[in-house]
């Protein structure tokens, strides 16, 4: 199985990041995770980007705050899908992160989920690495199901709830 590779701006991503780690540890879909700047350390993102096919990677995720161009920089330096997190932080609220990271000019793509969107930034990975897993459809498939039945468990609460007082 390909793994996912997680570039974050900084140690203080680290937080949301692990929601992603969380997400993909869950589905048993290996990643491997850095720090690497875009600004700071751009030969080091660089490098893991342009090398990242070849280590093994079928898909990226890269999350960053202010700024945010380490997405960008990561999609630029690899024809791997790029999946950006746009990071909140206490200037903009996350919105500065949001419009660096999905602004992206044409023949660069960045797909980009919500600010602190890091699970559906695993969930969207693997639904790319699932394309050409059958095991990993499947299990994706059950989560859906788990998922519609807590809804509407929650939902035969609130009827019985409702129903109660009537």
């Known amino acids: ?64 705050g202010m700024a945010a161009h380490l997405a960008g920089a990561i999609a630029a330096n690899t024809t791997l899908p790029v999946i950006g997190i746009p990071c909140k932080s206490t200037n903009l609220d996350g919105l500065d992160a949001l419009l660096s990271t999905v602004m992206m000019p044409s023949g660069i793509p960045v797909a980009t989920v919500a600010v602190d969107g890091a699970t559906n930034a695993a969930l969207l990975a693997i639904e790319m690495l699932a394309i050409s897993d059958e095991a990993l459809a499947a299990k994706l498939d059950e989560k859906r199901k788990k998922d519609a039945s807590a809804v509407l468990a929650k939902d035969k609460e609130l009827q019985d709830e409702l129903n109660k007082n009537n």
């Open 1 to 64: 199985m390909k793994k996912i590779g997680i570039v974050m701006g900084s140690a203080s991503d680290l937080p949301v990041v692990k929601k992603a780690m969380d997400t993909l540890d869950s589905f048993g879909v290996p990643y491997e995770a850095h720090i690497f700047s875009a600004h700071r350390t751009p030969e080091e993102a660089r490098d893991f980007a342009v090398g990242a096919r070849a280590a093994g990677f079928g898909a990226m995720i890269a999350a960053a």
